[in-house]
């Protein structure tokens, strides 16, 4: 005989012999033993992300920084046939075109000459090209740049023959233009605050706190289309704790210096956001199925039933614990019961709901209610239990698609963020010892502009998300 039948044999008589009694007998059922609760880490946190945003600086925007940026009159001295001669000149606003990778910038200056005889007034082009860069410090800067100077005034040609009139123009324009700077730093600064500023979530008669740790910032190659485009990316790692730690707050809120990279994938970008369920809500939720804090389940026993639900952890499943109670006589059964059943299952989020499927009583259990003859009872306890656990999670949801949605859009003083969520998915549920880990996918798109193309961004200082 195989050890496996002699252990089914055992298992038989055992529950014969608890269900072949006499209507006189009494008997003590065995209670199923309590599931033994995990203690460790939680599950591991998300993959850091990138949040993409396509930063649009338009052509009017930076022919406007750049005529703000330099002098827009000057004046100075020059030689000519022995004796020094004054000129002044004042320009017009900046017009830019972009051409072969480079920035084109024209402006038409109206020159006073003092030449021999009179005064001459005369009208020059000054053609100005150069190279956009984003530094480290979050500034478009310009770089290779070349200044020329020219007029179609037979005069002013006459004097630069005998003095170099088009470089004392050119040379204050060149040196104001390699200190020009197009600061990105406040716009995308409010955009990173934002991200990592944690995401409090109530949980019960608790609060967690989800976060978006800014971890660096890459950009992708300078692109010219009417203006200066270019993706960044704000790599982000996502966690969630519970209790909200103490003192984390301004944790990843420092902006690091830029990282140029080769390429970065454009469009939308995916960020996976934990966030955190406690299972004490979860009790709550199966205590409000009860009436005063008892659920009768049994029309063959009617004086059982079942209090005190508790929801915990074990091995990576959640289990249901009630404490059974009340009298059996029937069916040769003669039983006062005082003892707790167990029931469990994997967790899951549908529709906002998070639920539990798959809950079936223990092994352990369903031998109890087989020696009290009541299998059936099992069946109405396992799907009475179904409905009652369940915890609408659809504030969180939405607190998270906030985060990175209506949170992400506002506008300042120098441009606009818009950020638009255009899907979310629940992507895991995992048990640990203190609290339920829920992994929420969030798909969508960012778009920083100068000057703002968001006519719905929020004005300054209007609350996020209003």
């Keep these: 005989m195989s050890k496996g039948f002699v252990l089914v044999s055992l298992r038989v008589v055992s529950v014969a012999a608890l269900t072949g009694m006499s209507a006189c007998a009494r008997f003590g059922p065995v209670y199923p033993p309590r599931p033994s609760a995990s203690a460790g880490s939680p599950e591991a946190d998300p993959e850091p992300a990138r949040v993409v945003m396509h930063v649009a600086v338009a052509g009017p925007a930076l022919a406007g920084a750049v005529s703000s940026g330099t002098p827009a009159t000057g004046d100075g001295s020059f030689t000519l046939l022995g004796s020094e001669r004054h000129y002044t000149w004042e320009r017009t606003p900046f017009e830019v075109a972009f051409s072969q990778g480079r920035v084109l910038l024209t402006t038409k200056i109206a020159a006073v000459i003092d030449l021999p005889i009179k005064p001459v007034h005369a009208s020059f082009t000054v053609h100005i090209a150069a190279e956009p860069v984003v530094s480290a410090a979050y500034a478009v800067r310009l770089q290779s740049i070349d200044v020329a100077v020219s007029s179609a005034d037979t005069g002013v040609k006459l004097a630069d023959r005998f003095a170099d009139v088009y470089a004392a123009i050119e040379e204050p324009l060149a040196a104001r233009l390699k200190d020009f700077s197009f600061d990105l730093r406040p716009l995308l600064a409010e955009a990173t605050s934002r991200l990592a500023r944690p995401l409090e979530l109530p949980v019960g008669d608790a609060t967690a706190c989800a976060r978006l740790r800014v971890l660096e910032i890459e950009a992708a190659p300078t692109v010219l289309a009417d203006g200066i485009e270019k993706d960044l990316a704000i790599v982000v790692a996502p966690s969630v ?72 952890e074990s091995q990576g499943a959640l289990v249901l614990k009630m404490h059974l109670r009340g009298s059996a006589h029937k069916y040769g059964i003669d039983a006062d019961l005082d003892g707790d059943i167990y029931l469990v299952g994997h967790p899951s989020v549908i529709d906002n709901e998070l639920s539990v499927p798959d809950l079936e009583p223990t092994i352990e259990t369903r031998n109890l209610l087989l020696s009290l003859k009541a299998m059936t009872d099992a069946d109405r306890i396992r799907d009475d239990a179904r409905k009652a656990l369940r915890l609408d999670i659809g504030a969180r949801l939405r607190s998270v698609t906030d985060k990175l949605g209506p949170d992400l859009t506002f506008r300042t003083s120098q441009g606009c963020v818009a950020g638009h969520v255009d899907r979310i998915a629940v992507t895991g549920v995992y048990t640990h010892a203190d609290y339920l880990r829920v992994y929420v996918a969030v798909t969508g798109r960012a778009r920083a502009s100068a000057p703002c193309d968001a006519p719905s961004a929020p004005d300054p200082g209007q609350a996020p998300g209003k």
């Design 241 to 312: 704790t519970l209790p909200c730690v103490a003192g984390a707050d301004a944790d990843g809120a420092t902006m690091p210096p830029l990282s140029n990279v080769a390429a970065l994938t454009p469009g939308p970008f995916t960020v996976t956001v934990p966030i955190a369920a406690r299972y004490d809500e979860l009790t709550r939720a199966m205590t409000a199925a009860f009436t005063g804090g008892r659920l009768y389940f049994s029309s063959e026993y009617p004086d059982l039933y079942l209090e005190a639900p508790e929801v915990y």
